[in-house]
């Protein structure tokens, strides 16, 4: 078995630390910045966009220099036969960057569903807000299980194989098959909360849930938050694979992947008004593309990076990390 550079049991105050972190910047979010309803501004989104990628890659920097220094240290890992503490903590760096750009390139078809499932159910824009905060947030969860699961799964080798060649026919399948916008009303999930929960068409402010006549109704903002948490455990079945093919670290891709995360609500809404402020950009988006960017460029894009990962892992890493059976 490979000797993980960040064990569990080792590490576990990080994690909790990391998950407390996170959960603070969400309730300053959503508890000070926007607890009243309102319309997100192109500057607000702009403002919190820096914020989030500016967090991501500060953290990158932190655990890179939290290796460096670590490493060295750590006699579990000084056993280790031509084990090199300062290529180690390149490594890490670099497949944390790795794994946090993958990640926000597969999740920008987030982004696409936000906007099907608003225009769906006709959500007003001073209420996405709330759906995508929550929406985020139960992401994180389901994220979290996912790769829990996939730390204890990726340690046998037949589990590696079958990730790969599921990896690969979701490529041919994205490549060859025609792509078809996401429809609401025709999800299961939707169709079954439809069936046995009593459902109202109005909305009420921003809740999710309302008490008329001694009964509970959902609104139309728990349709859409539960078609936006269907479709991310869709997304997190081929976006958790791609990246332990990455690293085999559960840290690190616990934390590009929330990170990842974390800045696609603001994303949305600065996208969002910029096709607003270039109706001309939407237009023409709309004609060339049928109003989804291309997977075509996305593979390309995604490719290109990974390309220059593994040149600047074959010329800032001197010598290679042997792994170490236990």
Request: charge should be positive; aromatic fraction near 16%; glycine fraction near 6%.
């Amino acid at each position: 078995m490979d000797i993980l550079l960040f064990p569990f049991n080792e590490y576990y105050w990080f994690y909790l630390a990391f998950t407390g972190f996170v959960l603070t910047m969400l309730l300053l979010d959503l508890g000070v910045f926007h607890k009243e309803a309102h319309t997100v501004t192109m500057k607000e989104s702009a403002i919190w966009s820096v914020v989030w990628f500016t967090l991501a890659l500060s953290f990158g920097a932190v655990l890179y220099y939290y290796s460096l220094h670590k490493f060295p240290l750590d006699p579990r890992l000084a056993a280790i036969p031509g084990f090199n503490p300062e290529a180690a903590a390149n490594q890490v760096g670099l497949e944390y960057l790795t794994g946090f750009i993958i990640e926000k390139a597969l999740a920008i078809d987030n982004i696409f569903v936000f906007v099907v499932v608003f225009s769906y159910f006709a959500i007003p824009p001073k209420y996405q807000h709330r759906v995508l905060f929550f929406g985020i947030l139960g992401a994180l969860i389901f994220r979290a299980g996912f790769i829990a699961i996939g730390s204890v799964l990726m340690k046998y080798h037949w589990v590696v194989i079958a990730a790969g060649v599921f990896l690969i026919a979701t490529g041919v399948k994205i490549l060859f098959a025609p792509e078809k916008a996401p429809d609401p009303g025709k999800n299961p999930v939707i169709r079954l909360a439809k069936k046995f929960l009593p459902v109202t068409d109005r909305f009420h402010g921003q809740k999710f849930f309302i008490r008329e006549n001694h009964k509970t109704y959902v609104t139309p903002l728990f349709l859409a938050l539960l078609f936006i948490e269907f479709s991310d455990i869709i997304f997190a079945i081929d976006s958790v694979p791609a990246i332990f093919a990455i690293t085999k670290e559960p840290l690190i891709v616990f934390t590009s992947n929330i990170f990842a995360i974390l800045g696609l609500r603001s994303l949305y809404f600065l996208l969002a008004g910029v096709v607003d402020k270039f109706h001309k950009l939407k237009s023409w988006l709309n004609e060339a593309f049928g109003g989804k960017f291309p997977i075509g460029w996305s593979l390309a894009i995604i490719g290109g990076i990974l390309l220059l990962s593994i040149i600047w892992s074959l010329l800032s890493s001197p010598k290679p990390i042997e792994a170490a059976k236990q």
